[in-house]
């Protein structure tokens, strides 16, 4: 464990010390801050955002409360599908939007009570590097550690064309006092599609514009199936389309594509264009810490930068945005850095991750592109479509999809992806089991639950 380097103090000084400082309290910073503390470091938390950071206050969270809003209206067409007498519904949007907020709030209260209860000093401010062992605030405080770790997150990435003011970043999304009749989302990414399908499933019309891929990363077949499936519901998709300028006023705007085409009129636009890391005005480059051309900060597999004493988590890297990756990253390096673990980093070989798209779609592992360009024709790849039991009830035919992808004559699984419902819960035990060395025939020995979604992966011929 690490000897505190000054005598622990109840009030905060203009100056003092401490084991741990991070920079961020976002779910990558509250993680190592929090670890560190229970492993007995003093901690001092930097933020003059609200406690959580973007997944708590701006994103996963309030996005997954309306995301679970256009399931109920999903399911409430779906009821008048298979038989129930149903009378119109609507959101009360207003009232939808106190109890989110209310919700979060709670989250943010919770988190301060264990910071406090944990004797982390939290200091709503910004700060900066004015040596590799000390930062600084705007308003005059200057703390010191032997460690200091980089977790200031992301922010949405903003266009140089004209009228892109026009338009919200998916920040401002989750301000809107009502839902908008038309809207155009401009993205191809896990922004772009989530906001598509719950948008659409609260009623809303819906364009989508993508310039080039569709959930890069993610399965090529299983994203074309989605894709389908948008369309299908009435999501237009507009593909290999560049968005060149907006125009118009709030509330009316169209938008021009690199053809010289117009669209619109739309109430609303939502750019949801990719993140650049939030890394600028930290004092980094004095420092000498290395950021690559986008501005994430390099790191190792120990999440070092190439500073001694520097180290970074979370979405300010080049790892994957994933909140649960953030907080591995972080208590893996408290591990380290306060408990003296030296090997100690996060297995970053079989992350699962999830679109909460309509239906979800889940991977963990290679997809059948990444295991054919690293294994050749030693790859198998199994896969299967059906349509859910209770689709099938209603007389709809959507169909959902499972694929395994194997390697070598045992046919391990170094893939495994789903779309449909109940892809987001079935995913995760799946995952472990990956993680730990899942065979086929390991799966073809399980006994399934009938009937299910998940049983489809043991069925897989």
Known sequence: MVAALCSPAKEMMMSECFDLIVLGAGSGGLSVAQHGARLGARVALFDADALGGTCVNRGCVPKKAMWYAAQIAEMHRLAADIGFDVAPMSLDWARFRQLRDRYIAGIRQRYATRLDTAGIHVVPQVARFVSTDTVTTQQGLQCSASHIVIATGARPRRLNIPGFELGMLSD?????DAPPKYIAIVGGGYVAVEFACLMHGLGCKVDVFVREHLLAGFDH???ETLAASMQARGIRMLRRTQIKAARGKPGEVTLETGDGAEHG??????????????????GL??????????????VDACQNTNVPGVYAVGDVTDR??????????????????VNGRADAKFDDTTI????????????????EQQAHARYGDAVSVHSGRYTPLLLMVAGRTEQSMVKLVCVGEDRKVVGIHVLGPGSDELLQGFAVALQKGLYWRDLKAAIAIHP??????????
Do not use: C, N
């Open 320 to 337: 994957k945005a994933l909140t649960p990756v953030a907080v591995a990253a972080g208590r893996a390096l408290a591990d380290r850095l």
């Open 352 to 367: 699962p991750s999830v679109v909460f798209s309509e239906p979800p779609m889940g991977t963990v592992g290679l997809t």
């Open 172 to 176: 401002d999304i989750f301000t809107l």
């Open 221 to 223: 077949e299983l994203v």
């Open 452 to 461: 299910t979604a998940a049983e489809e992966l043991l069925l897989l011929h």
């Open 265 to 282: 009129v739309y109430d609303a636009v939502l750019w949801a264009v990719g993140r650049v890391p939030h890394s600028g005005d930290m």
């Open 285 to 298: 480059e004095e420092m000498g810490v290395a950021r690559d051309e986008e501005g994430h900060v390099l």
